[in-house]
């Protein structure tokens, strides 16, 4: 079974950084599309950062997304952060699942349905 495991939230203040992780379990193939999604308290779910280097413009220029395929980690460097950039941070990938679970999302023309169980990024003024 595909697992995605996030790590590295935290809280910070205005302007600080943050790395988060994606570790990617559990596939061996080497096509795969991954992104980086947030999502605040009472608001809906928002897509950041897609592998191919494009970004929502709430954080072009202030996050950067990587992937180490080795490792098979998902990063994204988080920098000059703000207080609306508080949420939970989940990443996502288009590899099915076996159990057939997909929760689908639609991000910059690609289709996400399996997602780790999100990571929080806390930021203070």
């Known amino acids: 079974q595909v697992r995605l495991v996030e790590s590295g939230g935290g809280s910070v203040q205005a302007g600080g950084s943050l790395r988060l992780s994606c570790a990617i379990s559990g596939y061996t193939g080497t096509h795969y599309i991954m992104g980086w999604f947030r999502q605040a308290p009472g608001k809906e779910r928002e897509g950041v950062a897609v592998?191919?280097?494009t970004y929502s413009d709430s954080v072009k220029g202030r996050f950067t997304i990587s992937k180490d395929d080795a490792k098979k980690i998902l990063y994204l460097q988080m920098t000059n952060l703000r207080p609306e950039d508080t949420a939970m941070y989940y990443c996502?990938?288009?590899?099915?699942?076996?159990?057939?679970?997909?929760?689908?999302?639609?991000?910059?023309?690609?289709?996400?349905?399996?997602w780790g169980q999100g990571t929080q990024v806390s930021v203070s003024s």
């Open positions: 996502a990938t288009d590899i099915a699942r076996r159990d057939g679970a997909w929760s689908r999302y639609e991000f910059l023309g690609y289709e996400f349905g399996n």
């Open positions: 592998i191919d280097s």
